[in-house]
């Protein structure tokens, strides 16, 4: 006799499915409106480290995405180091900076001249570098009371399981 699993005969939407997709949706409006709160030309973007797994989970804008893949792809990187070691980066100007070569090549192709990431922790586990970059230098300072909701939001989304 075959048998079939309940979630065939159910009518509700399977939760691992749509859970993340609404999990995304949400990040992405978090990021979104972060990004309006400061200067024209300012990015933000999301990585998340889960167990070994690290990936890119939102962003900004399309520009925004392409800056954390940047990091991503890089050997090494300031937000890997925030997922691993430290709990924020933040470069003033890439092209006087001497550290992550590539991957400082590789957002000085997309424009960008400076970078902060701030590293936020759920209680699960779960990790993700916050970043912020910009397409002129030394503007990323003073970030603490603008980040402070957004790092508190984002981490909770992390227990979440988002």
């Known amino acids: 006799m075959l048998e079939t699993s309940s979630w065939a005969s159910d009518p509700t939407p399977v939760p691992s499915v749509e859970r993340p997709i ?24 999301l990585t998340v480290r889960s ?29 890997r180091l925030t997922l691993h070691e430290e709990s924020a980066v933040t470069v003033a100007d890439l092209d006087a900076e001497t550290r992550w070569s590539e991957c400082r090549a590789q957002l000085r192709l997309l424009g960008l001249r400076s970078l902060h990431c701030r590293r936020v922790a759920g209680a699960n586990g779960r ?17 603490d ?17 988002q």
């Open 127 to 143: 990790v993700a570098a916050l970043a912020l970059y910009a397409d002129r230098p030394n503007v990323l300072a003073d970030l």
């Open 22 to 45: 609404a999990a995304l949706r949400d990040l992405h409006a978090v990021l979104r409106e972060l990004a309006t709160g400061f200067p024209p030309g300012v990015l933000v973007g």
């Open 51 to 79: 167990g070994d797994e690290i990936g890119v989970r939102a962003w900004s804008s399309p520009r925004a995405k392409l800056a954390e893949e940047a990091q991503l792809i890089s050997e090494t990187a300031p937000n």
């Open 145 to 161: 009371g603008a980040l402070k909701p957004a790092c508190h939001e984002i981490a909770a989304m992390l227990d979440g399981g």
